[in-house]
């Protein structure tokens, strides 16, 4: 991870942790997670407010306003607005990604759930995606929910990320162990 990652990283878990927190007392995690989910789609679909939170253009006060703006708008629980206010007063809104994603973690080892990132070579059925899920929610005893990708370039197979453990059964790789078990021998 590279040094302003980690900084990123960083802050955003703790103000995670403190959202977090505020919202399991007041019992309103289930809310939380909505609003993670709907921030998040929010930051992904609006080049407008990832400017917002990443351009030093904007003056302190122009931010809290904006981002007030958008959580009123949205309807956001008080915690996870607060936290925003504040996150825009100390000029921290660069790390909105990292909050979002350390809190949907949070929230998914509450409820017990891990999240496995897929990258399969093509998309994959209801069927097979079902299957998958049960076959590594076997393996981990937790709720098992895919984060699932298609990167062609895999040829086939596909690569599953679950916390730090690695499988990658695509063609890709095992064409480049070939390769280089072929360059060892002559």
Do not use: C, H, W
Request: hydrophobic share 50%; no cysteine.
């Amino acid at each position: 991870m590279s040094e302003p990652a980690s900084i990123s990283a960083a802050i955003a878990g703790r103000y995670a942790t403190a959202i977090f927190e505020l919202a399991r007392e007041d019992k309103g995690l289930a809310a939380l997670e909505k609003d993670v989910e709907a921030l998040g789609a929010a930051l992904a679909d609006s080049a407008e407010l990832r400017d917002l939170i990443s351009s030093p253009v904007y003056a302190r006060a122009e931010q809290e306003a904006a981002i007030a703006a958008v959580a009123k708008k949205m309807g956001l629980t008080p915690a996870l607005a607060n936290g925003l206010s504040l996150m825009a007063q100390k000029r921290r809104l660069f790390a909105l990604p990292q909050l979002l994603k350390a809190l949907a973690e949070a929230i998914a080892d509450e409820k017990g759930e891990v999240t496995a990132e897929v990258t399969a070579a093509s998309k994959l059925s209801k069927a097979q995606a079902d299957k998958l899920a049960a076959a590594l929610t076997k393996q981990t005893g937790k709720s098992v929910k895919l984060d699932i990708a298609v990167d062609e370039n895999l040829i086939g197979g596909m690569i599953v990320k679950l916390g730090s453990r690695m499988i990658d059964t695509s063609v890709r790789s095992k064409l480049a162990s070939l390769r280089n078990a072929m360059k060892e021998v002559g």
